[in-house]
C-alpha cells in the first residue's frame, strides 16, 4: 500500500513519505506492472519504475509491456487507416477480365489445393490498394505493410473475420523468400512464435515494380505458375461525369 500511495500514477500532483520507494523500502516488479495493467500508470513510467526495482522480473516485465505497446500502437493505427478508407469517395471500378478470372477460383468446387496470388503493378496514386480493399471488403479484408520487412507481419490476421490480404509495398524477393505464405495452402504455417492458416483466403499484392529479370529460371516459373499479375497503367476507377453548371443561361438565337 505505501508504494501505491507514493507511486506516478496517471493524475499524480504531489506525494511524499517518510520513506522513498526503492531507496527506503523494496517494491515488487508485480505491483507495478499491475498499475500499467490497471490503466493507471503510463507504460514509459511503468518501464522506468521498473528498472529501479531491479528484481529479476523487472526485464521480463518491461519486454512484455513494450510488445503489448508496440501492438496497441500497431491496431490503433490500421483502426485509422480502415476509418480514412471507409469515409473515401465509393468509386465505381474498372472491369479487368484478368481479375474476374482469378476471382472464380474461390467459387470453385471441390477447393483447390492452393489458390494464386494476385499482383497490382503500377505507379503511385492509380488505386491499387483501394481498388484492392474492395473486393472483398474494407472490414473483411487486412490490409499489412511489408515496406523495409523480410516477413509479412500476420499477427492481425483472424480468419473468422479476413476474407482477404492485401500487402501494400511488396516485393519479389519477399515473396520468395515466403513461398509457404503466398500459396494459401492446406498447411498451417509458424511465422516466429504464431500460427497462421491461410487456406482460401485471398492475397493481393500491390507494388510500383514487379521485376523478375533478374530471378532464376526456376523463380519465374514459380511465380508465373501461383500469381498472376495484372499491370496497372491508368486509374482503376471509373471517373464520375460532372453535371453542367446549373447557373449557365443557354444562348438564344437573335
Known sequence: MHYYCMSPKIGTVWSWGTLLPFKGFEVDPISVYRLWIQRKMTARTCQMQLVECRGERAPDLCEKIRRLEA??????????????????EKKAWRPVPEIREWREQYTRRPHPVRYKF???????????????MDQWGIERTLLVSCEGAQTPNLKRFDRAKHECIVFEEIRVDMVLKNRAVFQANTEVLTLGQY???????????????????KCSDEDQEWLTTNGTVVEVHGPLWVEKKRPPPQDLVPLCDS
Request: net charge neutral.
Open 71 to 88: 501492438w496497441r500502437q500497431q491496431e490503433e493505427e490500421q483502426q485509422q487507416r480502415l476509418e480514412v478508407l471507409a469515409h473515401w
Open 118 to 132: 494476385l499482383v497490382l503493378v503500377g505507379r503511385s496514386q492509380v488505386g491499387k490498394t483501394r481498388f484492392a
Open 195 to 213: 500460427a497462421v492458416w491461410l487456406f482460401h483466403t485471398a492475397l493481393i499484392l500491390c507494388t510500383n515494380v514487379w521485376d523478375v529479370s
